[in-house]
Structure formats: C-alpha cells, structure tokens
C-alpha cells in the first residue's frame, strides 16, 4: 500500500515539474521574441528588414544605405552605398559622419537602411559569390577610407 502511494506522488510530482518546465520554457520564448530576436517565421521582406533595423548584431553586417543628396544648387540625387556595421543605427551614424567629412557643401535627406542578406537582390539579382565579393570590395569603412557612392534611381 506504501508503495502505490509512493508511484502515485512520484508521477504527480513528475506531472507537476513537467507543468512547471513547460510554463516556464513559454515564458522564456516569449521573453526572447519579445526583444527583438527573429523567429523562424517566414516573413516578408518589409518585415524581415524592419527586424533586423531594430538588433544590434555581435558582429559586423553589410547594410544597404539608399540617400538622397541636395547640393548647394538645390538639386537632389539618389545614391546607394554599403557599409559595414553592427546595426543600423550605426551604420546610419558612420554615412553621416562620413559625408560631413567628404562632402561639405552636401546634405543628407533621407535615408532608408536595409540588411543584405541572401534573399537581398541587387540590382534585380540574386547574390551570388561574384556579387558577394563585389560587395565586399565596395563596402566602407575599407582600406582606401573611400565611400563609393552608386547612382541609384
């Protein structure tokens, strides 16, 4: 009799921890999406850019950086340009910071920030390890302190 009383608060104690590790394993996802962090969720594009606008990474991107540029005349142009951050924030802050330096009598007025990731296109194509590489070579801060600037539409 001692021992069926036994099994039975055994499986009801065991019931209870898988209860209990089950509420919290909830609570723990919830926290992580909560702050930020992408989930496995297919997600638009618009969607997935404005996720990773918000992260701060551990290690360096490549973000896209389309600007528009008025010069002292007062005409406007539109550019493209890549630069190497951990966020976009900051990739935003070293395009500014930049400019100040290279082109004084310019200003900045809008600029819109995207992540390149493999479902990036550039210029309407898929990247693969030529257009990585090209990338690479073009993207600021690098060794010849250079920002290349493309035309863009």
Same mark, same amino acid.
């Given at each position: 009799?001692?021992?069926?009383?036994?099994?039975?608060? @055994?499986?009801?104690?065991?019931?209870?921890? @898988?209860?209990?590790? &089950?509420?919290?394993? %909830?609570?723990?996802?919830?926290?992580? @999406? *909560?702050?930020?962090?992408?989930?496995?969720? %297919?997600?638009?594009?618009?969607?997935? &850019?404005?996720?990773? @606008?918000? !992260?701060?990474?551990?290690?360096? &991107?490549?973000?896209?950086?389309?600007?528009?540029?008025?010069?002292?005349?007062?005409?406007?142009?539109?550019?493209?340009?890549? !630069?190497? $951050?951990?966020?976009?924030?900051? $990739?935003?802050?070293?395009?500014?910071?930049?400019?100040?330096?290279?082109?004084?009598? *310019?200003?900045?007025?809008?600029?819109?920030? #995207?992540?390149? %990731?493999?479902? #990036?296109?550039?210029?309407?194509?898929?990247? *693969?390890? *030529?257009?990585?590489?090209?990338?690479? &070579?073009?993207?600021?801060?690098?060794?010849?302190?250079?920002?290349?600037?493309?035309?863009?539409?």
């Amino acid at each position: 009799m001692i021992n069926i009383e036994l099994k039975q608060a @055994r499986i009801l104690r065991a019931k209870e921890l @898988r209860k209990k590790n &089950q509420l919290s394993y %909830n609570k723990y996802q919830r926290e992580y @999406r *909560s702050e930020g962090y992408i989930s496995k969720k %297919n997600l638009s594009e618009e969607q997935l &850019q404005e996720k990773f @606008r918000k !992260i701060k990474f551990d290690y360096s &991107q490549y973000w896209l950086m389309d600007f528009t540029e008025v010069d002292k005349f007062g005409k406007e142009s539109k550019f493209k340009c890549i !630069i190497i $951050a951990r966020s976009a924030k900051f $990739a935003e802050f070293i395009l500014k910071k930049k400019y100040k330096e290279d082109f004084i009598l *310019s200003k900045l007025i809008s600029i819109k920030t #995207s992540m390149i %990731n493999k479902k #990036s296109k550039l210029n309407n194509k898929d990247l *693969s390890v *030529s257009l990585w590489h090209d990338v690479r &070579q073009c993207a600021f801060p690098n060794y010849l302190n250079i920002l290349f600037k493309h035309h863009g539409n």
